[in-house]
């Protein structure tokens, strides 16, 4: 079992900036992936960014050159650094590490607003 647990979502000017924590109990480097998702009321849940064990990270088009997810240097939390926020960047945002490929953990999630 793995406990991951989000902090640094809140209510943010467009164009303004955010960055998202998931610490876990496990290391990362013990998995395949972490990554971050997130979900706007009514839509589906959808990959905002990745990184993998070998550091080749994956970004939704709508973030690319605005998000950057990296983590630290023994593996147990993740970021998502979120600049230029925009109001379709409203969500919740959850963290997700993948372990094996049949086993996957989420966090509880964190609300980022981005309204002015």
């Known amino acids: 079992q793995v406990q991951l647990v989000e902090s640094g979502g809140g209510l943010v000017q467009p164009g303004g900036s955010l960055r998202l924590s998931c610490a876990a109990s496990r290391s990362f480097f013990s998995g395949l992936s972490v990554g971050w998702y997130r979900q706007a009321p009514g839509k589906q849940r959808e990959l905002v960014a990745r990184?993998?064990?070998?550091?080749?990270?994956e970004y939704a088009d709508s973030v690319k050159g605005r998000f950057t997810i990296s983590r630290d240097s023994v593996g147990t939390t993740v970021y998502l650094q979120m600049n230029n926020l925009k109001p379709d960047d409203t969500a919740i945002y959850y963290c997700n590490f993948r372990v094996t490929t049949w086993s996957n953990y989420w966090g509880q999630g964190t609300q980022v607003t981005v309204a002015s």
């Open positions: 990184i993998d064990k070998s550091d080749t990270t």
